[in-house]
């Protein structure tokens, strides 16, 4: 089986000249599960944005199952590849918390009723309905967090990056989480978590990695 | 301690350059004025490569700007024309190129206030007498207008990547999602503006009347000589040009 996500010596500066990574290699199989680990500004941020070809690398390839990752249009890897920035705000567009995570849905063919079924199941398990009609910009950034999540998977994607998850949540959501996420593992679907939260990537990852001076450990 | 040249004597010169960019309509008179610009500009050790960067940004527009002239303008010697209508002529192609090198004159200008930080404009406007709670509001108003194209790019990216193809979306429906976009765009731009308002009133923003001034720079003779040699060039331009 060939490699879902593949880096291969990926270097990258920002224009400003500073350099965030030297040479990184990173291989990954469709149901891995990885927590990417590093201190503020060690570039992991920047290399979720690499592997979803939202910033290209300054020198090195990064591929997306089995293709450049610039071969695929916007569209094309976000069904794929589900994409939780780090700052949920950045991600919401609709009028509502229930159109929010049904916008995706009616683009690709569901009928109304399906929409609002696979809706109100994701608003249930995030704990969201009494927000449903809610403006998202007003939720807390827990709330904002999960509906950040509900999102995301509500467009079923094969393969899920979530740049710190857990920050925001109290004990009883982040808990709650890990469930969602295991849930998701145990259908074949793998995920790369981005935290500092120890605890919650041992419960979730196979795989540890550090980003340190530019580089994995 | 005061910088040479004081931000006053500055935006003088800014004003003379974009008075220039406005007056003049020759394409070789502006030129000249842009060359002038970039030299002095990199006197005041600004390079000029910056003004290409900010152009590239702007080629969209260039291009419509160009188009637009070309086709509206049939004066001087025709060099393509279609079924009775001119394309290209002479006059249009003059046209064009005067729009495209005023933009550049203005950017240019601009470029002499980019060592300057906030608060030294801030304290430039209120020294020219302008109220400083409007000069504080007008600049925080240009500062949130790169935020807001940020904004805007960003929530284009988050549409897309929730795997709506834009390209093969059908016009209406395209409207609608451009729509959707400006929303959380703005959204944010004014919940941030909101976020800024409060934060300067917490630092006690407008609590006194009068306020104090970390640094009151002054201006000194090489000042006042630099401006009126640059208004004096300005009318001079002008002059020559309109004669
Ligand atoms: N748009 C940008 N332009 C220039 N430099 C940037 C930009 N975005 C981030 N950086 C820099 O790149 C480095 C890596 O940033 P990144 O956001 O990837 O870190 P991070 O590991 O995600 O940190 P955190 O744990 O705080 O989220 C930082 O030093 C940051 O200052
Ligand atoms: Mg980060």
């Known amino acids: 089986m060939s490699a879902f996500i593949d880096l291969e010596q990926v270097w990258f500066s920002w224009p400003s000249g500073r350099e965030v990574l030297r040479g990184v290699d990173l291989t990954l199989q469709r149901n891995d599960t990885l927590a990417l680990m590093g201190s503020n500004g060690s570039g992991k941020t920047t290399l979720g944005k690499l592997i979803m070809g939202l910033l290209q690398p300054t020198a090195g390839k990064v591929c997306l199952d089995g293709r450049p990752v610039q071969e695929y249009s916007l569209a094309e890897r976000g069904r794929r590849v589900g994409y939780v920035f780090q700052n949920p705000e950045r ?21 109304p009723a399906e929409v609002e079924e696979r809706v109100a199941e994701l608003l249930a398990f995030f704990e969201l309905e ?37 920050t925001g949540l109290d004990w009883a959501r982040k808990n709650k989480l890990i469930k969602a996420l295991e849930g998701i593992r145990e259908r074949g679907v793998g995920y790369i978590i981005i935290s500092h939260d120890h605890e919650f990537c041992r419960r979730l990852c196979r795989s540890a990695v550090t980003l340190k001076g530019g580089r994995l450990t | 301690m005061s910088r040479f040249p004081d931000t006053r004597t500055l935006l003088l010169i800014v004003l003379c350059f974009t008075t220039l960019a406005l007056a003049l309509g020759d ?10 610009a970039l030299a002095a500009l990199a006197a005041m050790g600004i390079s000029p490569a910056r003004l290409g960067r900010r152009l590239k940004r702007y080629r969209g527009l260039f291009l419509v700007l160009v188009l637009a002239q070309s086709l509206t ?4 010697r025709v060099f393509l024309e279609w079924r009775g209508h001119v394309l290209l002529s002479s006059g249009g192609v003059q046209a064009a190129a005067a729009a495209v090198l005023r933009i550049a004159v203005i950017l240019a200008a601009a470029m002499f206030l980019s060592r300057r930080n906030y608060q030294e404009l801030v304290t430039a406007l209120v020294q020219l007498r302008v109220p400083y709670e409007l000069a504080y509001m007008v600049l925080l108003g240009v500062r949130f207008i790169p935020v807001f194209m940020e904004e805007f790019r960003t929530a284009l990216t988050a549409i897309q990547l929730r795997g709506v193809d834009l390209d093969k979306v059908p016009l209406g429906r395209k409207i609608r999602i451009y729509s959707y976009i400006l929303m959380p765009a703005v ?24 306020r104090t001034w970390l640094e009151w720079p002054r201006l000194h003779r090489r000042d006042w000589l630099l401006m009126a040699a640059a208004v004096a060039a300005t009318a001079a331009v002008l002059a020559l040009y309109w004669r």
Do not use: C, T
């Open chain 2, 27 to 36: 394409p070789f008179w502006l030129a000249a004025v842009l060359a002038l």
């Open chain 2, 187 to 210: 959204a944010g731009a004014l919940i941030r503006a909101r976020r800024v308002a409060v934060a300067m009133e917490a630092r006690a923003f407008r609590a006194r009347p009068r």
């Open chain 2, 73 to 76: 303008n049939s004066s001087g």
């Open chain 1, 91 to 111: 991600q919401f567009f609709a009028a509502s918390v229930a159109d929010e995570i049904g916008f995706a849905l009616g683009f690709r063919g569901f009928s």
């Open chain 1, 130 to 166: 009494q927000y449903a009609q809610a403006f998202p910009f007003h939720l807390s950034h827990g709330e904002k967090q999960r509906l950040a999540l509900a999102a995301v998977m509500a467009l079923e994607p094969e393969f899920i990056i979530l740049d710190e998850p857990s």
